[in-house]
């Protein structure tokens, strides 16, 4: 079974600081890993995703993740966070079931930013 | 990418009453999810809707209470069926796009049951 953990509900940090979102993961197969991020009362939006090949993935507004096979873990950073960066992030791994892939969501993270 | 529309966008219901939510999508996809997302919550799938056949439901969710249609390859409907105060979400369609299982979302339906 494939499963989620994003450490810290809330994480607060400073604008111009260093933004780091914790997700592990837990799964059977090589996973397929996504970040997605939710404004206010709007849907998720697609953040980044690893498939295979290059560790270190690169998606909009200047975030990145990298995927440690090892840790079994999928963090997301920013080098410097802005306050359009305040929003709730949810990590995902895919789980692939006769054809398709069903997403298995963690509970998400909701990055406050203070200026 | 696709881009994904939801309707209505939001509604106030009364318990025992039934809601229909609308999702149009702008290109033709094989796979479109429905997913629940209570109150300060994460996301739960409730079914896998695949054009031509029958919804799969996800544990938890049935289809006398959660009834799918899926028409055609651009377009879904979720039914929320005698609704309680329980049933007090948001719901998200989405759609696989591509071949590496990511997938879209719409802007989601924020449904109060009072």
């Known amino acids: 079974a494939q499963s989620v953990t994003q450490l810290g509900s809330h994480v607060s940090v400073s604008e111009g600081a260093l933004v780091l979102l914790r997700c592990n993961y837990s799964s059977s197969v090589p996973p397929y890993l996504f970040w997605y991020v939710q404004y206010p009362n709007q849907g998720l939006q697609l953040l980044l995703k690893y498939t295979t090949g290059a560790t270190l993935v690169k998606g909009i507004n200047g975030f990145e993740a990298e995927f440690k096979k090892s840790e079994t873990s999928f963090h997301l950073t920013k080098p410097s966070a802005h306050m359009s960066d305040a929003a709730e992030y949810f990590c995902?791994?895919?789980?692939?079931?006769?054809?398709?892939?069903?997403?298995?969501f963690g509970k998400g993270t909701m990055l406050l930013v203070s200026p | 990418s696709a881009v994904i529309s939801q309707k209505p966008s939001r509604d106030i219901c009364q318990r025992g009453t039934s809601l229909t939510i609308q999702c149009q999508v702008d290109?033709?996809?094989?796979?479109m999810f429905w997913y629940r997302q209570q109150p300060g919550q994460s996301l739960t799938l409730i079914a896998t809707a695949n054009q031509g056949s029958e919804a799969t439901y996800e544990s938890g969710f049935v289809i006398d209470k959660f009834p799918i249609s899926r028409p055609n390859l651009t377009f879904s409907t979720l039914t929320v069926s005698n609704m309680s105060p329980e049933d007090s979400s948001i719901y998200l369609c989405s759609v696989e796009v591509g071949g590496d299982y990511e997938q879209y979302f719409g802007p989601g339906t924020r449904l109060t049951v009072t």
């Open positions: 290109s033709q996809v094989t796979m």
């Open positions: 995902a791994v895919s789980f692939v079931n006769s054809g398709y892939s069903t997403l298995t």
